[in-house]
């Protein structure tokens, strides 16, 4: 089992920067990826970034914008975000993926909020 709790989100005005952070606990060796998600309501789910054995790779919306990292010390991922704009308003879920005997897990945390606007 893992555990992960987001924190980081809140209100920022158009252009402006947040981290958001993912603390992991449990199964920490077990996990093959690490990645970001949001949802607006009325919408998908969609990948913002994503890292795994030392690749990353982002949605095409981020635009060199947002940065995915990983402090092992601290059993953390971020997620760097700049040049925030209203449209990157939505809930942000941190995801952790295992694989065993083939079978893909997903762990979710609770989603923080993040509001772009004036």
């Known amino acids: 089992q893992v555990q992960l709790v987001e924190s980081g989100g809140g209100l920022v005005q158009p252009g402006g920067s947040l981290r958001l952070s993912c603390t992991v606990s449990?199964?920490?060796?077990?996990?093959?990826?690490m990645a970001w998600y949001r949802q607006v309501p009325g919408k998908q789910r969609e990948l913002v970034a994503a890292t795994s054995g030392g690749t990353t790779n982002y949605g095409d919306f981020v635009k060199g914008r947002f940065t995915i990292y990983r402090d092992n010390a601290k059993n953390t991922v971020y997620l760097q975000m700049n040049s925030l704009k209203p449209e990157d308003t939505a809930v942000y879920y941190c995801?952790?993926?295992?694989?065993?005997?083939?079978?893909?897990?997903?762990?979710w945390g609770q989603g923080t909020q993040v509001t772009v606007s004036s």
């Open positions: 449990g199964s920490i060796f077990s996990i093959n990826a």
């Open positions: 995801n952790a993926v295992t694989i065993r005997s083939f079978v893909r897990y997903d762990y």
